[in-house]
C-alpha cells in the first residue's frame, strides 16, 4: 500500500485551502475595492484572462462569490461578495496592518482606514472579544478541541506561483503579505511554529509536505524575514526555526482564518483547536476593535482612503 500522508485537521488548512491563493487574493482584493465585472476585475489584477476566470469559478464553487445577472440580452454578469466572503473582512483587516507596518511595498500604495462610527482614522486592532485588550500571540494558549483529528490533505494541482508575474508592478495593497497568505505551504509552516513544532521533522510531520517543498518554502520563509535559524545542538549541528516579530505579527492573520474556517468548515464534531486569552483566563474569541473608541469593526463601518504615488488619492471600497 502507498504511504498515505494526513496532516493536523485545522480550519486554518481548510481557510487556506480556498483563500490561500495568490491570485485568489488579488482578485478578491479588486471585487473589495468596488470592481463587479470581469473586464474590471481583470484590468486592476493584471492577471490572463485564463486565470481570472478560473478563480472565479472556484470563487463561485465555495460559495465566496454569486454571479448575478445585470443585463439580459446580451446576458451579462456582476460578481457578489456572499456572507461568507465578506466575513474575511477582519482577516484582510489583520492583512493592511501587517502590510502598514512590515511591508516594503508601503510606499507605494497606502490605506487610510476611517472608523464612521466615531468617525476617526484608526488602525484595526487584534482583541480578545471577553476582555477587549489586545491580542498577543504570546498571550494565547491552545489545547486540542473535539475536532482534532488527521485528515488526507487534498493538494491541489495548481501552480502556487500563479499570478504573481505582475508582481513588480503591483499595486495590490496586499503588496508583500499576499506572497505569504497566498502560498498554502507558507501558511501551513507557520501554523506548525506557533503552536512550538520548530524542528523540520515535526513540521513535516505536522504539515505532510514533501521534503524538498518544505526545504524550499523554509528558506524562502527565512530569507523573507518570517522565520530565522537557531542551532538547538551541537556536534553535529542541529537548527530550529523561531519566529521572528514580522511573523510574531503575523499570528492575527492566522487567527482570523482559523475563526472563518471553524464558522464554514468546521468537523462535525466541533473546533479541532480551542484557544486560550491568558490575560484573561477565557476560551478566545478574537474580534477586530478601532484604536480610537475601542469598538468592534463591522464591514459596512469603515471608509477607506487609497493613495498610490504619482495617483490622486481616490475614494475606493465604497460600499
Ligand atoms: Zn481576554
Ligand atoms: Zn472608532
Not at 254 to 267: F, H, I, P, V
Request: hydrophobic residues 35%; aromatic residues 10%.
Amino acid at each position: 500500500m502507498a504511504e498515505q500522508k494526513f496532516i493536523r485537521t485545522c480550519s486554518i488548512w481548510r481557510a487556506l485551502g480556498v483563500v490561500g491563493d495568490f491570485a485568489t487574493l488579488l482578485i478578491l482584493e479588486s471585487i473589495w475595492q468596488g470592481a463587479r465585472r470581469f473586464s474590471e476585475i481583470q484590468t486592476r489584477t493584471g492577471m490572463l484572462k485564463a486565470l481570472v476566470s478560473g478563480r472565479l469559478k472556484q470563487l463561485i464553487a465555495n460559495g465566496l462569490l454569486v454571479k448575478v445577472a445585470y443585463s439580459e440580452t446580451p446576458k451579462r454578469y456582476d460578481y457578489r461578495m456572499t456572507e461568507k466572503c465578506m466575513e474575511l473582512y477582519w482577516t484582510a483587516l489583520m492583512m493592511l496592518r501587517w502590510e502598514k507596518k512590515w511591508s516594503s511595498g508601503q510606499e507605494k500604495t497606502s490605506v487610510q482606514l476611517t472608523h464612521k462610527v466615531c468617525g476617526h482614522v484608526f488602525d484595526p486592532v487584534p482583541s480578545c472579544g471577553h476582555c477587549e485588550k489586545e491580542i498577543f500571540a504570546r498571550d494565547v494558549t491552545w489545547d486540542e478541541g473535539p475536532g482534532v483529528g488527521w485528515m488526507a490533505p487534498s493538494y491541489s494541482r495548481r501552480r502556487q506561483g500563479e499570478g504573481r508575474q505582475n508582481v513588480a508592478e503591483c499595486t495590490s495593497l496586499f503588496h508583500e503579505i499576499a506572497m505569504v497568505t497566498g502560498d498554502r505551504w507558507a501558511g501551513l509552516i507557520l501554523r506548525s511554529v506557533f503552536t512550538r513544532l520548530r524542528k523540520f521533522d515535526e513540521i513535516r510531520k505536522d504539515t505532510g509536505i514533501a521534503t524538498n517543498i518544505l526545504s524550499d518554502r523554509l528558506n524562502q520563509l527565512v530569507d523573507n524575514g518570517f522565520l530565522y535559524t537557531h542551532a538547538y545542538q551541537d556536534a553535529p549541528t542541529r537548527y530550529e526555526y523561531r519566529l521572528t516579530d514580522r511573523s510574531w505579527d503575523y499570528y492575527p492573520v492566522l487567527l482570523m482564518l482559523l475563526q472563518w474556517g471553524d464558522k464554514w468548515y468546521a468537523s462535525p464534531e466541533g473546533p479541532p483547536l480551542l484557544l486560550n486569552h491568558t490575560p484573561c483566563g477565557h476560551e478566545l474569541t478574537p474580534t477586530v476593535n478601532c484604536s480610537h473608541c475601542g469598538g468592534a469593526i463591522r464591514a459596512g463601518d469603515v471608509a477607506y482612503e487609497l493613495s498610490t504615488v504619482a495617483e490622486k488619492p481616490a475614494k475606493v471600497f465604497a460600499e
